[in-house]
């Protein structure tokens, strides 16, 4: 869990997708599916 929040955060503050998955050593989907996942149950639209 801590992997995902780490790349939910560092993609608010303007990391891309392929660099967050390079640093935590992921894949770029799985940090695409995390940050859409973590995103909307966080701050869900009005």
Same mark, same amino acid.
Not at 5 to 29: E, R
């Given at each position: 869990?801590?992997?995902?929040?780490?790349?939910?955060?560092?993609? *608010?503050?303007?990391?891309?997708?392929? &660099?967050?998955?390079?640093? +935590?050593?992921?894949? =770029?989907? *799985?940090?695409?599916?995390?940050?859409? &996942?973590?995103?909307?149950? +966080?701050?869900?639209? =009005?």
């Amino acid at each position: 869990m801590e992997k995902k929040l780490t790349a939910l955060t560092l993609y *608010a503050s303007g990391l891309s997708i392929n &660099k967050i998955a390079c640093l +935590l050593k992921v894949s =770029p989907p *799985a940090v695409l599916r995390w940050t859409r &996942k973590l995103g909307s149950s +966080l701050c869900p639209k =009005p």
